[in-house]
């Protein structure tokens, strides 16, 4: 991620330094840059930003050749906007705040109380309200501008969420925490987050899960230490637009209940549940009952056998997957 920032603010810098008529082309570029971020580059699903980097590749080199290469020269764009960014890396803290010809790209860096998160800006990428800190050997949550709507933490050195590392961000929509070492949360670390709607614990070493926002529909806390006790007695219920729970690979013994009825997937492979209530999906003393929505549910890999219960998935659209004899 760093690369991709670094190619996109080094290429910045290779504009000004161009001292070509520039003002129409810049916000050309900008405009590009904006659209590639948010309907091609790939950054949400499951990690792979090969996309990304692909799209500013074949998007920079048309625009930039003519200025930055008189002999067109089809191989080296992107070599160059490297090049640039390594010796020029001081500069860019400047051009995050100062370049873009339509404001400031992280608005809360100006109020002094977030002058901590414009911080995180030099150290990080700020683009827009998303904060992208992937892969900076952070031990703690940094300090993040108040109007951050999306932040990415992936593959740091995370140990554990304070009560305070995100309250102060009521704009909250996604945290991604993905690949960290958190082995403790808070209980009311997320509970002010009112419109939290995505969740990624996943890969860490929780071995309790605290208190969640109602306005959640994607939870992942797979690759975790839930165990028997992680997951509080009906800690799902009140969570009536969550649509995605992936709650694999945690050693949990039992399916946690009830389940909020727009589920639309639940993973509980690779656990070590042994059996289900035949109301564990349905209603036996309400036949009417269905869940049309909850299509993909996993319990492979768990020492069930799902023959014993007919009755439990008659209200189901599928049979989970699992062992049937
Ligand atoms: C990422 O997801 C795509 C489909 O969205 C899949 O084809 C690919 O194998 C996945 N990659 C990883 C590393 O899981
Ligand atoms: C699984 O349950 C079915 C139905 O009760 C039973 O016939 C079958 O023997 C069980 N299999 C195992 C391995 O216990």
Do not use: W
Not at 122 to 144: G, K, M, W
Not at 201 to 229: A, M, T
Not at 273 to 292: G, V
């Amino acid at each position: 991620m760093k690369t991709f920032a670094n190619i996109f603010l080094g290429f910045f810098i290779l504009k000004a330094a161009a001292a070509a008529p520039p003002t129409i082309a810049i916000n050309y570029d900008t405009d590009t840059y904006e659209v590639d971020l948010y309907s091609n580059y790939d950054y949400d699903e499951n990690g792979s930003i090969d996309q990304g980097e692909i799209e500013i590749g074949t998007v920079l080199p048309i625009v930039n050749r003519p200025i930055l290469s008189p002999e067109p020269d089809h191989g080296s764009v992107i070599e160059e906007g490297e090049e640039s960014t390594s010796t020029e890396e001081e500069s860019t803290p400047k051009l995050i705040d100062g370049s873009s010809p339509q404001g400031p790209l992280t608005p809360g860096v100006q109020t002094p109380e977030a002058s901590g998160g414009f911080s995180t800006c030099i150290l990080c990428a700020c683009i827009r309200n998303t904060v992208y800190c992937d892969d900076h050997n952070l031990d703690s949550v940094p300090p993040l501008p108040r109007d951050t709507t999306h932040v990415y933490l992936r593959f740091n050195k995370i140990r554990k969420i304070n009560k305070n590392d995100f309250s102060y961000l009521n704009n909250l929509q996604k945290i991604d925490l993905t690949s960290n070492i958190i082995s403790e949360i808070d209980e009311d670390a997320f509970r002010s987050l009112l419109h939290l709607n995505e969740l990624s614990l996943l890969d860490n070493r929780i071995r309790q899960l605290p208190e969640l926002p109602n306005s959640l529909n994607f939870l992942d806390v797979s690759k975790n230490r839930l165990g028997r006790k992680g997951i509080k007695q009906e800690a799902f219920k009140d969570l009536i637009d969550l649509h995605i729970l992936y709650l694999n690979d945690n050693s949990l013994d039992h399916i946690p209940l009830p389940l909020p009825d727009n589920l639309q997937a639940l993973h509980l492979q690779d656990n070590n549940i042994q059996e289900m209530h035949e109301d564990t999906f349905c209603k036996m003393k309400d036949l009417s009952y269905a869940r049309r929505t909850l299509e993909d549910i996993r319990l492979d890999g768990n020492p069930i056998n799902l023959s014993r219960t007919p009755q439990a998935y008659l209200c189901l659209p599928r049979i989970p997957v699992g062992r049937l004899v």
